[in-house]
């Protein structure tokens, strides 16, 4: 069977509560390899809610569906407040990545309750603002942003990432909306050690196979390199496939 579109390799699979400090209950789902412990775990974050954004945005929904059998990877999904998936509808309102501190506090808490190993925040375009913002105040390895905007990412909240130990990798698509190679190196030189890796013919949204795989394989050869290459093709049959990407590969996330 090849691997591609909205297949879904074996995992344990488990619908989560995230619960934040100003009383909120968040919804998501920790994907783990199916029969070893995972060498490490993606925190993903995902692009904005009201563009389309949610915890099944395409690249977070095949991450888990993917890494946890390709790559020995824990994967936590979940939607800020307000979002809504198939998974359902995390309490409270959007507030524009300010009050998402709690959100991204509660899914840090459940990996440390968890003993979930070497975290790592994954943000995706709005996703990356949060871990800008927030990430310096968790225990984790790295940041990967994928299509960072930096809309909401001050000058000073990015350069505060200066001299932190921890390593950030940037992904940038060649023909991005948003943030394109050349002006994400200047932007990101506030971060001398920050890595930039930008993909030729990449767009925002990284829609199709190939673009997909790409973005997979940069997060994994960050992650956990004994993984790569990632396979193409797996010998058993899928578990099922993922629910359907209801925001459509189309809309706008940023």
Do not use: C
Request: aromatic share 6%; glycine share 10%; charged share 25%.
């Amino acid at each position: 069977m090849e691997i591609r579109g909205a297949v879904l390799l074996p995992a344990r699979r488990e619908d989560i509560e995230l619960h934040t400090l100003d009383g909120l209950t968040l919804v998501g789902e920790l994907a783990l390899p199916e029969s070893v412990d995972p060498v490490a775990t993606l925190v993903t974050l995902h692009p904005l809610p009201t563009a389309g954004g949610f915890m099944d945005s395409h690249i977070l929904r095949k991450a888990a569906g993917r890494l946890p059998a390709l790559a020995d990877l824990a994967v936590l999904r979940f939607n800020t407040r307000g979002t809504s998936s198939p998974r359902g509808t995390s309490e409270g309102a959007f507030d524009g990545g300010a009050a998402e501190a709690f959100d991204v506090a509660a899914a840090m808490d459940l990996v440390r309750e968890r003993g979930l190993p070497r975290p790592w925040l994954v943000g995706w375009s709005f996703g990356t603002e949060l871990a800008l913002k927030y990430g310096r105040d968790h225990d984790f390895e790295g940041v990967i942003l994928l299509s960072p905007p930096l809309h909401r990412t001050t000058p000073g909240e990015l350069a505060a990432w200066a001299g932190d130990p921890r390593r950030m990798v940037v992904v940038v698509p060649e023909f991005d909306d948003y943030l394109r190679p050349d002006e994400a190196r200047a932007r990101f030189a506030a971060v001398p050690d920050a890595t930039i890796i930008a993909v030729d013919g990449g767009k925002h949204l990284w829609v199709g196979e190939t673009q997909t795989r790409r973005v997979l394989t940069e997060i994994v050869a960050v992650v956990n390199p004994d993984a790569l290459p990632l396979p193409t093709d797996w010998d058993e049959e899928p578990a099922s496939d993922l629910p359907p990407n209801r925001g459509g590969p189309g809309q706008r996330s940023f």
